[in-house]
């Protein structure tokens, strides 16, 4: 059974960092895409950031150089490091683990940007 377990959410001021973690379990990690979505009041989830099985990163324009994907085969782990951080980045962001058209969603971090 798939697990993801997001961590690292909380309260920053505009311009702060957060780093964002999900751990991964019930798969085999290095074979899966792994992504973050964040979902806002009222708006339609959006894909923030993803990154392949061999490691290539992308990111829509919202959030590129600012957010930075990475992850870690050893620790099963993927991480999302925000910084520069603006008040329309405060959402639920959500680890998704995806492979052969089938995502796996982790329970959502809430992210707060005061400004």
């Known amino acids: 059974q798939v697990q993801l377990v997001e961590s690292g959410g909380g309260l920053v001021q505009a311009g702060g960092s957060l780093r964002l973690s999900c751990l991964a379990s019930?798969?085999?990690?290095?074979?899966?895409?792994m992504g973050w979505y964040r979902q806002a009041p009222g708006k339609q989830r959006e894909l923030v950031a993803v990154?392949?099985?061999?490691?290539?990163?992308r990111y829509p324009e919202s959030v590129k150089g600012r957010f930075t994907i990475s992850r870690d085969g050893t620790k099963h782990t993927v991480y999302l490091q925000m910084d520069s951080l603006k008040p329309e980045d405060s959402a639920v962001y959500y680890c998704?683990?995806?492979?052969?058209?089938?995502?796996?969603w982790g329970q959502g971090t809430q992210v707060t940007v005061s400004s």
């Open positions: 019930g798969i085999s990690f290095s074979i899966y895409a």
């Open positions: 998704v683990a995806s492979r052969g058209g089938t995502d796996s």
């Open positions: 990154v392949s099985s061999s490691g290539v990163a």
